[in-house]
């Protein structure tokens, strides 16, 4: 059974940090792109950063980029997400997903074919 947690979210001033962590379990990440996606009620799912196969460069969204670091320790089957510099539009359900490299598919400039998603953490940025 493939099992993905998440840890590290709750509520944080703006300008603050906070580092998400994934433990994936099931699966490895040598076959599996691995990342993490956010998500406000109604509105549309957003990918945040991923690493779409092991040796990939890992992609960020645009807002994110320079304030968002995402890394990953193969052995411990583990992704992190260092956010710094947070902001209120970055309040969000945080959610870690995983997909076979096989099956993803890249289309307007998203991700999809993910297929393991974790339950999420709450990250809620104040202002």
């Known amino acids: 059974e493939v099992q993905l947690v998440e840890s590290g979210g709750g509520l944080v001033q703006a300008g603050g940090s906070l580092r998400l962590s994934c433990v994936a379990s099931?699966?490895?990440?040598?076959?599996?792109?691995i990342g993490w996606f956010r998500q406000v009620p109604g509105k549309e799912r957003e990918d945040v950063s991923y690493?779409?196969?092991?040796?990939?460069?890992?992609y960020y969204r645009d807002s994110v980029k320079g304030r968002f670091t995402i890394s990953r320790d193969n052995a411990k089957n583990t992704v992190y997400l260092q956010m710094n510099s947070l902001k209120p539009e970055d309040t969000a359900t945080y959610y870690c997903?995983?997909?076979?490299?096989?099956?993803?598919?890249?289309?307007?400039?998203?991700?999809?074919?993910?297929?393991?998603w974790g339950k999420g953490t709450l990250v809620t940025v104040s202002s």
């Open positions: 099931g699966i490895t990440f040598d076959d599996h792109a």
């Open positions: 997903a995983a997909g076979s490299v096989d099956s993803i598919i890249f289309m307007a400039g998203r991700i999809f074919g993910m297929e393991y």
């Open positions: 690493f779409s196969s092991r040796d990939s460069t890992p």
